[in-house]
């Protein structure tokens, strides 16, 4: 159990400091022949996507913000800021699988697209479900990757 809530904090902690390595984490977790693959694996993933939260909520705040509507009022940011609004108001499956890209693959940073989410809106019935099934699904093959390499 000790494992499984500390896994889960440093979850949370490389979620919100991006230095901390949830990947090298799991990965070592995985060399110590851990059989809780799985287990491991969603500890890690719940603790990434609760610390996402953060740069989604700071995201989504920071527009209601005198400094950030002032940069949105120029023609070069909000240009794209419109079409990226434009192209997610009424669709979150693209949100949904732009989101578990990042999650998954890492590509765009899942950091940034924390981010982006948070400031576009999009709604957390779409953000929650996919960043976690993506950061389960790729720390789990971390640790099976690597416990292939090891065995």
Known sequence: ??????????????????????????????????????????????????????????????????????????????GPYERWVTTMHGRPWYAGIILFAASLAGIPPLLVMAAVAGALRVPYWVFLPTICVGRVLRLWLVIEGVGFLFD
């Open 1 to 78: 159990m000790i494992l499984i809530l500390t896994t889960f904090a440093v979850g949370v902690a490389s979620a919100l400091i991006p230095v901390i390595n949830i990947e090298l984490y799991v990965a070592g977790v995985g060399t110590a022949g851990d059989s809780e693959a799985l287990t491991i694996a969603i500890a890690a993933g719940a603790g990434q996507t609760v610390g996402k939260i953060f740069w989604y909520e700071a995201a989504r705040r920071s527009l209601e913000t005198a400094w950030v509507q002032k940069r949105l009022s120029r023609p070069k940011i909000k």
